[in-house]
């Protein structure tokens, strides 16, 4: 699987096959785990998932951001959805990506564009999560972050078990509230764990540091061991539901989300859209290459 898993990686890096897939459409099995292409699209899944009990995050994908033009562009559209957010009165939030708007091309600038995001989601007192992307993006993140929440109190951001630094960053960001995931990106061995019971040791630990220690935490998987033992935990230790929540990606473990949704946990799902999915798409094909089933589904179920 490893093998497969640095295939997938490289392709989701791959800048020619993405603007190929973003010319040639929606395609590819990716509208099961893509929320539409815009923003009346995705406010209508939204407005579904509410129905059923579940809260959202909005991502606006974006990948391979290295001009001022398409980070002011990006800014702008995620401005769009908040105000669709608010103006439609639907339960979510925002996460977005710091290299979508600017962090690869200079930190000053990256930082304008998102206190103007902060700014406008703070008025609707609105959470917004800092994504967190490859290593060399970890630090920039958390220092805008910081940076940030001198003005604003609605941000956040995330934690990668796969890194050996997760520990001491749980602990040093304990304050804000944070999304605890796996990590999705190829890491080198020295800065990232590479054995998956490693990872899943340092996730457990994580989430059980900042469940018992932090603000909100969002405990963000598909793996329902780790949700199991989650909901053990919160119970042997009295944390109550309003201290954290669930998360899963847009069209993966469907029966799941409605289940932990039903037995009153709070549950969010992280709600991607757009014409620029290819990246997004590949990675989660990385992490399991059976989901490459829900595209071969929806290629032979036209
Ligand atoms: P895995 O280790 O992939 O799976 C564990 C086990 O769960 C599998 O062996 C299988 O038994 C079961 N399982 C998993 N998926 C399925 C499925 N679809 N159907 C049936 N069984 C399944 N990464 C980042 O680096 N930065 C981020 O900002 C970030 N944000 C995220 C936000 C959300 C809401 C989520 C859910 C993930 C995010 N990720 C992010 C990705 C994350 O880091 C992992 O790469 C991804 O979630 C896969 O790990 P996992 O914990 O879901 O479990």
Same mark, same amino acid.
């Given at each position: ?11 989701? +890096?791959?800048?020619?096959? #993405? ?38 995050? $909005?991502?606006?994908?974006? +990948? ?5 033009? +398409? ?24 996460? $977005? ?6 962090? !690869?091309? %200079? ?10 995001? $902060?700014?406008?989601?703070?008025? @609707?007192?609105?959470?917004? #999560?800092? !994504? ?9 993140? &958390? ?18 078990? @796969? ?6 960053? $749980? ?18 061995? %020295? ?11 340092? &996730?457990?630990?994580?989430?059980? /540091? ?12 598909? %793996? ?11 119970? !042997?230790? #009295? ?19 409605? !289940?932990?949704?039903?037995?009153? /946990? ?13 990246? /997004? ?18 290629? &032979? #179920?036209?």
């Amino acid at each position: 699987m490893p093998i497969l898993r640095d295939f997938f990686i490289k392709l989701s +890096e791959n800048q020619l096959l #993405n603007s190929a897939a973003q010319r040639y459409g929606f395609k590819l099995g990716a509208q099961s785990v893509v929320a539409g292409t815009n923003i009346p699209e995705v406010i209508e899944s939204m407005k579904e998932l509410n129905r059923q009990g579940i809260s959202c995050t $909005v991502d606006n994908l974006g +990948e391979f951001v290295y001009e001022r033009s +398409e980070a002011i562009k990006a800014k702008e559209q995620i401005l769009e959805v908040i105000e669709a957010i608010h103006e439609n009165g639907v339960e979510g939030h925002i996460s $977005v990506k710091p290299s979508q708007l600017g962090l !690869d091309i %200079d930190y000053d600038f990256c930082y304008e564009n998102l206190m103007e995001i $902060v700014g406008k989601a703070h008025e @609707y007192n609105m959470h917004v #999560n800092f !994504d967190q992307e490859t290593y060399a993006r970890l630090q920039p993140t &958390f220092d805008l972050m910081e940076k940030i929440s001198e003005t604003y109190d609605n941000v956040g951001s995330v934690i990668q078990s @796969y890194f050996f630094n997760a520990k001491e960053n $749980v602990e040093k960001y304990k304050n804000f509230r944070l999304r605890i995931v796996k990590g999705a990106y190829k890491e080198p061995a %020295d800065v990232a764990y590479q054995d998956k019971q490693d990872i899943d040791l340092n &996730f457990i630990e994580i989430i059980e /540091y900042h469940l018992l220690h932090g603000k909100f935490t969002s405990i963000a998987t598909h %793996d329902h061991n780790v949700i199991n033992h989650v909901k053990q935990f919160v119970k !042997d230790n #009295n944390i109550s539901k309003d201290k954290f929540e669930f998360q899963m990606l847009y069209g993966f473990r469907k029966d799941m989300q409605l !289940d932990l949704a039903k037995e009153g /946990y709070n549950f969010c799902t992280y709600v991607p859209f757009g014409s620029d999915w290819y990246g /997004y798409f590949m990675r989660r094909l990385a992490e399991r290459p059976q989901n490459i089933n829900l595209v071969t589904k929806q290629v &032979f #179920n036209k």
